[in-house]
């Protein structure tokens, strides 16, 4: 910076988009050298959970949703699952 | 029907991935239901610019091997509702990728959208030529630069060659030329190809001019595309490009360089 940016009014200050990135890249990166050295269990959990809802309802497996949020302190995993209506239901209790 | 539009250059680092992200928010903004793809396997970047990297669960490769259905790969965006992203995988087993796994997701995904863009990655390799075998149309980006130039001429004779439409002796594939990182001040001092000159060189059609402009870096800092920034010439400068690529005419604007008042041409000004 020189001596003419006190005239042009510029100030040295931390352009805040690079703040931005700088988290931006920690959260995500720190996430996926945790992957790197393990295998990402997100597909397994995915179709064990299924596995397990499908023992007690009759499940679509196109009707599952997985959603991840992925923090600095913390992560969120919400799995949404749609059930049928409960005559769809109780038929798939009677047939085990 | 839905238009399959790739993102291609041949050479890395001349704003595909930039423009894909300009380009599919910016049709999405125009009410189109648009979904981006990134093809660039092992060196996913399209969800940081995006702005969704913390959202990734499943990608393209998931899908292809069958571990997650498409639904679950796909990332809606939370500013436009009309735009989805299909990442990358991180995986570095390039043959990830097949010709048939990629049919198979363009053709469900043309059940359900209008624009299908995909952000090659660089090179003439396996990914670039899944990227664009495909495509109705291509966006063939290139940078007022010798080599920037002649791979974006390779990569016009690849469209012509090997894409789909070429092997069907289908139309061929639409081309546009979407001159990226311009800076015109640099154009008169002659330091910079003409944008004649690279019209003349690679005879297609130009898209758009987008100029070179420190707002893409703010852009991609925050994950916000940068058509976004409304404030900015090279948010403009997509716009425009996005409505002529859907038919409208719009005159070309920041290809010359600003007349600089006495005191600015003392002091220098930056470009926002
Ligand atoms: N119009 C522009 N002005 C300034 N920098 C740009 C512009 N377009 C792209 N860039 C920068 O160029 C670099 C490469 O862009 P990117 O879109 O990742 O290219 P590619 O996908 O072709 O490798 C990035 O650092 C990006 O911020
Ligand atoms: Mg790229």
Redesign the pocket.
């Known amino acids: 910076m020189s001596w003419l940016d006190y005239f042009r009014g510029r100030r040295q200050e931390q352009p805040a988009s690079a703040t931005a990135a700088k988290e931006r890249l920690q959260i995500v990166l720190a996430h996926e050298r945790i992957g790197r050295t393990r295998e990402d269990f997100l597909p397994k959990l995915q179709q064990e959970l299924i596995a397990v809802v499908a023992r007690y309802v009759a499940i679509d497996p196109g009707k599952v949703n997985v959603n991840l949020d992925r923090g600095g302190d913390m992560s969120t995993l919400a799995i949404e699952i749609e059930l049928p209506a409960p005559a769809a239901m109780r038929v798939a209790a009677n047939a085990r | 029907m839905a238009q399959v539009v790739v993102v291609t250059?041949g050479k890395?680092?001349?704003?595909?991935?930039?423009?894909s992200a300009a380009f599919a928010t910016g049709l999405a903004q125009r009410g189109k239901k648009t979904v981006v793809i990134d093809f660039d396997v092992g060196l996913r970047?399209l969800d940081l610019i995006m702005g969704v990297e913390r959202r990734v669960v499943f990608d393209i490769v998931n899908v292809i091997s069958g571990e997650a259905r498409l639904n679950q790969a796909l990332i809606r965006d939370k500013r436009v509702d009309t735009l989805s992203i299909l990442p990358a995988s991180q995986t570095r087993d390039k043959d990830a990728l097949t010709k048939e796994g990629v049919q198979k997701i363009i053709e469900e995904l043309a059940k359900d959208f209008d624009y299908i863009l995909c952000d090659s990655p660089?090179g003439i390799e396996k990914g670039a030529l899944l990227a664009l075998y495909f495509a109705d149309q291509a966006i063939v980006?290139t940078n007022p630069e010798v080599s920037s130039v002649r791979d974006s001429d390779r990569i016009l004779g690849v469209l012509q060659s090997r894409s789909k439409r070429a092997e069907e002796k289908r139309e061929p594939v639409k081309e546009h030329l979407l001159v990226?990182?311009f800076d015109p001040a640099r154009v008169e001092r002659g330091e910079m190809l003409k944008l004649e000159d690279i019209q003349e060189i690679l005879s297609i059609p130009l898209l758009g001019v987008?100029?070179?402009?420190e707002s893409?870096?703010k852009a991609?800092n925050t994950g916000t595309p940068v058509i976004m920034d409304a404030e900015s010439m090279?948010g403009q400068a997509y716009t425009d490009a996005v409505a002529r690529f859907l038919g409208e005419e719009k005159p070309h604007r920041f290809i010359e360089a600003e007349k600089k008042g006495i005191f600015k041409r003392l002091f220098g000004g930056r470009a926002a």
């Open positions: 250059s890395g680092g001349v704003g595909k991935t930039t423009s970047n660089a980006v990226t990182r987008i100029p070179e402009s893409v870096l991609s090279a």
